[in-house]
């Protein structure tokens, strides 16, 4: 299976303890990001990475979140200090990027998510 | 207001009917997705357009840049259809936003 793969599937933690999730990309995609889905929402962006540049994070990472993609093939999303508000699916997605400019849209290829419970 | 939204939030339907669920968007975009996203949470794109139609069995997908709409349509639906369709965008920055889903229930 080449597809993406993320690790664990699911986590329940307690508040305060800290956790961290691992994502695989396609292995010839140079993109990587990350989501986060609450239920009854759509994804919502955290970050994403070109190689191991990581090239925006949104507001919602607050400083308990980290990620790093050190040699630019899997990644890792930690969180400090959980809490309940946390509880939540962590989704990761890999892309091939195409060229420059505007028209360099790419699609998604999605892992199976990491379903993060803080108790 | 959201800057991706879909309509409708639910919908419930008989096996074989034409299904339509649309998106409008208020921001500049270089593409568009339509993702279906099961009960456990995967999501498989379905499209990723930036012009005109495409098609993929009985899912077709158009969009409509000047007037920031796209729909998406399943003929002849059936019940393995069901579930929650996401429309998202991406950005000129690159950064993708999504809608919140269109929970899809189609009755045998």
């Known amino acids: 299976d080449t597809g993406v793969s993320q690790d664990p599937r699911h986590k329940i933690t307690k508040r305060g303890q800290n956790v961290t999730f691992r994502c695989d990309p396609i292995?010839?995609?140079?993109?990587l990001y990350w989501y986060r889905q609450t239920l009854g929402q759509g994804p919502e962006f955290l970050t994403y990475?070109?190689?191991?540049?990581?090239?925006?994070k949104s507001r919602l990472l607050s400083d308990r979140f980290s990620a790093e993609r050190p040699k630019g093939s899997f990644s890792t999303l930690e969180i400090q200090r959980t809490e309940q508000g946390d509880s939540a699916m962590y989704l990761c997605?890999?892309?091939?990027?195409?060229?420059?400019?505007?028209?360099?849209?790419?699609?998604?290829?999605f892992g199976p998510g990491t379903r993060l419970t803080v108790t | 207001k959201n800057e991706v939204e879909q309509s409708p939030q639910n919908l419930t339907a008989q096996e074989g009917e034409f299904i339509t669920i649309n998106c409008s968007y208020s921001v500049g975009i270089s593409a568009l997705h339509w993702l279906q996203q099961h009960p456990g949470g995967g999501i498989v794109s379905l499209f990723m357009l930036s012009s005109g139609k495409k098609k993929h069995g009985r899912l077709i997908a158009t969009i409509n840049i000047q007037e920031k709409h796209s729909s998406l349509h399943i003929t002849a639906s059936h019940p393995r259809d069901s579930a929650v369709y996401i429309c998202a965008v991406n950005l000129r920055d690159d950064k993708i936003i999504f809608g919140k889903g269109t929970r899809l229930h189609i009755l045998p």
């Open positions: 292995s010839e995609h140079n993109r």
């Open positions: 990475f070109q190689n191991e540049a990581q090239l925006e």
């Open positions: 997605a890999s892309s091939p990027r195409r060229g420059q400019g505007l028209n360099n849209a790419y699609e998604q290829y």
